[in-house]
């Protein structure tokens, strides 16, 4: 596609449920990145995937966070028993290679409420 | 982990005035230094970067410096229009495996006319 991809745009939740977002990079993008905006706060790093490589997870905040990057292409960020201080907009950005090359794209988000 | 430190957190300017962002940064590996932009309720746009083998950059209205020796970088903006009004975000890429970037925490820019 045109740009980056992310559903859904906006998800609530209950307390304890656990959820799925999903992520589709810009073709031919080969790093893949997650990221979380709280409210009022700046972009926090959540996970790194480029080509084959092993993930660069140093950025979940707990054991509930994972993702999944299959084929190379669209990425899955599932949270297990969701609390509320998960509740922010997750962001998804891919770009060729490095962004130190390249730069990103973001996608415009998955804003997730947990009630 | 390494930080970005942006500052100020808010910035109101008249139209027509210039507006600074500055920020710094503590990893001495950092190469790659990008500046976005975000609308209320927009995905952040990439407005423009600079790379640490360059000490400043311009485009129209907008330029960034960067002093490595410092560890800190600027964003300006020359006559400000209200359509400027937005958070901007500078980043610096962070030597971990993938270079992935760490970003400030956002200064919110407001230009009245």
């Known amino acids: 596609g045109a740009g980056v991809s992310q559903s859904p745009s906006n998800k609530v939740t209950e307390k304890g449920k656990d959820v799925e977002l999903r992520c589709d990079p810009i073709?031919?993008?080969?790093?893949l990145y997650w990221y979380r905006q709280s409210l009022g706060q700046g972009l926090e790093f959540l996970i790194y995937f480029q080509g084959n490589s092993a993930p660069d997870k140093s950025g979940l905040p707990s054991d509930r966070f994972s993702a999944e990057r299959t084929g190379g292409s669209v990425s899955t960020l599932t949270i297990q028993r969701t609390q509320q201080e998960d509740s922010a907009v997750y962001l998804c950005?891919?770009?060729?290679?490095?962004?130190?090359?390249?730069?990103?794209?973001f996608g415009s988000g998955t804003r997730l409420t947990v009630v | 982990g390494e930080n970005v430190e942006q500052h100020p957190s808010t910035l109101s300017v008249q139209e027509g005035d210039s507006a600074v962002i500055k920020c710094t940064y503590s990893d001495s590996a950092s190469n790659y230094f990008p500046w976005y932009k975000q609308e209320l309720g927009k995905r952040p746009q990439l407005i423009i970067d600079i790379r640490s083998n360059v000490g400043e950059k311009k485009d129209q209205r907008i330029a960034v410096t960067l002093n490595k020796t410092a560890k800190h970088f600027s964003l300006h903006i020359t006559e400000t229009q209200p359509e400027d009004s937005a958070v901007y975000f500078c980043?610096?890429?962070?030597?971990?495996?993938?270079?992935?970037?760490?970003f400030g925490k956002g200064t919110s820019l407001l230009v009245t006319p």
């Open positions: 980043a610096a890429s962070y030597s971990n495996s993938g270079y992935a970037l760490n």
């Open positions: 073709s031919g993008h080969t790093a």
């Open positions: 950005a891919s770009s060729l290679d490095r962004p130190g090359i390249f730069g990103y794209t």
